[in-house]
Structure formats: C-alpha cells, structure tokens
C-alpha cells in the first residue's frame, strides 16, 4: 500500500504542466530597460585617490525581466558621455540589486583610461568630469541570451590624483646595477627598468652583458626592492642561464647574479604573490 502511494505521487508530480514552472526569458543581444536608480551622491564632487581606493560608489536597482526572481549578476559600465560610444566596464561581478558597490579603485582606473592618462603627470585631470554609468545584468547560466542594459545615470564630477592604471613603457626607480655600469643607477640609461606590457613586470628592451659581470636590480638608493642572487658575490655569486627565470633574493643586501656566456637581448622582472623573478631573454 504504501509503495503504491510513493508511485502515485511520482506520477502525479511527473505530469505537472510546464505553466507551473518558472521559465527564463531569452532574447537576442542587449535589451535596454530601465532598472538603476539615481545614486544619492549623483550631485557631490568626488576626487579618488590612493587613501580612499577601497571605499566605493554605490549603486541601487530592480531587477530587470528574467521571467522570475532569478540570480542576476550584475557588472558596471562607465564613460564620459552619455551615449556611451566609448566605455568601459569593471570586471566585479554584483549579485545585490541593493548593493552594487564598484570600488573607488576600480573607478578610478576606468576613468583614466577613458581620459587617455598615461603618466602622473596628467593626474589630476585638468578638471573633474562627468561620470557616467549604467549596468549590464544577465543571467550567468545563459549571459548571452540574458543581458539587459539599465539606463544611464551621472555623478556631477568625478577626478583622480593617483595612477590607478597600469601603463606599458613608463621608467620607474628600478635599475640593473652592476659591474658593466660600475654599479650606477642613472635615470634615462638603458639600464633603467620601464613598465612592462603586463601588471606587475618591468624590462629593459636591449641590453649587452658580457659573460661572468655581475649584477644586482634595484632602486638608485639602493632602497627597497634590493634583488639578487642566492649565493655570494662575484666569483662567488649565483650562476644563471639565459633564457631561464629565476626567483631573486630580498633584503638588505642579497647576494650577485651572473652568466658565463655573454648576453644581448631583453631582461624581464615580474612580482608574482610577493616574490621577483627575473629572465634574460636572448635576442633572436
């Protein structure tokens, strides 16, 4: 009796219509709707910088047709018109209609590489721009078929003093320093260091190194970071191949590096979770 219960019950939940069901709505492209509200800071004057980089803006809104109450995810889209021809979009992800919090960082980073920043030395910007966002929401299980764009809201004048964004081919304080430039740290040299194409590396394009000349990376006082090899120095100092990378040492005073063959190419320094690592990469 009680099995054909169970068997009666499975037949009766089996044959439920399809009405009784959610169902996603899905469509082609980019629907646009209007879901954001206007932020309560839309008339302050805000200016970013490196203290508050971790605060953020803050953004509210309803949730567009999903067909139901469905887990949108929601990214913000920033630019300096209103028509939105050029824009850029933060990569954090919102689940909160309540709370959509883009960091001033991120903020920050968007709105120089709108204003085409490429050095400090544009920061601030001459004068504080209008900011424009808008949200896109989709559905993460079909985002293609799923994305609604909210419309646009402003914040009266937006600037930044810092450089949030990374620039490929600015020179910075680090330099090779060793025994085919008697050790110097001369700003403009080739054996200064400039912004490398990814975050958090930096290269010298062409350089020549003769076989067994040490070197050591750092900045022109010798202040942090201070780099080299594992070992002693000189004759002493830790040997490395071209072409290989190699964690380098921290401190005060870390040992020398060197090759036994003679070198002619680009030297490659990445940071990766705290740790240097650096390449010569021969020329080919």
């Not at 980019?30 to 508050?52: G, H, R, S, Y």
């Not at 990214?75 to 909160?96: G, H």
């Not at 990378?245 to 870390?254: F, L, V």
């Amino acid at each position: 009796m009680f099995a054909v219960a169970v068997a009666a019950l499975g037949f009766s939940s089996c044959s439920e219509t399809w009405d009784d069901n959610p169902v996603l709505n899905t469509h082609e492209g980019e629907v646009k709707a209007d879901f954001l509200n206007n932020p309560q800071m839309q008339d302050q004057v805000i200016m970013l910088t490196n203290d508050n980089k971790d605060g953020n803006f803050h953004l509210t809104c309803s949730q567009p047709d999903f067909g139901y109450a469905a887990v949108g995810t929601y990214r913000v889209q920033c630019s300096l018109t209103e028509d939105f021809a050029k824009f850029e979009e933060i990569s954090q992800d919102f689940y909160d209609c309540s709370q959509i919090n883009p960091l001033n960082g991120d903020v920050a980073a968007v709105l120089e590489k709108l204003a085409g920043v490429q050095t400090d030395a544009d920061l601030p910007l001459p004068e504080y721009k209008r900011l424009y966002m808008r949200l896109r929401a989709f559905v993460a299980q079909d985002e293609a078929n799923t994305q609604f764009l909210s419309n646009v809201v402003s914040f009266k004048g937006v600037n930044a003093n810092y450089l949030a964004i990374w620039v490929a081919g600015v020179p910075v304080n680090l330099y090779m320093r060793g025994g085919m430039n008697e050790w110097g740290a001369t700003p403009g040299s080739e054996w200064q260091f400039v912004t490398g194409p990814e975050e958090n590396t930096w290269v010298l394009p062409n350089v020549t190194i003769l076989a067994n000349t040490s070197i050591k990376v750092s900045t022109d006082s010798w202040g942090s970071p201070n780099l080299g090899g594992n070992a002693g120095e000189n004759e002493a100092s830790q040997m490395i191949n071209p072409g290989e990378e190699y964690a380098m040492t921290q401190g005060d005073n870390p040992g020398h590096m060197r090759m036994d063959v003679d070198f002619t190419g680009k030297v490659v320094l990445r940071l990766e979770n705290g740790i240097y690592y650096i390449t010569f990469d021969p020329a080919r």
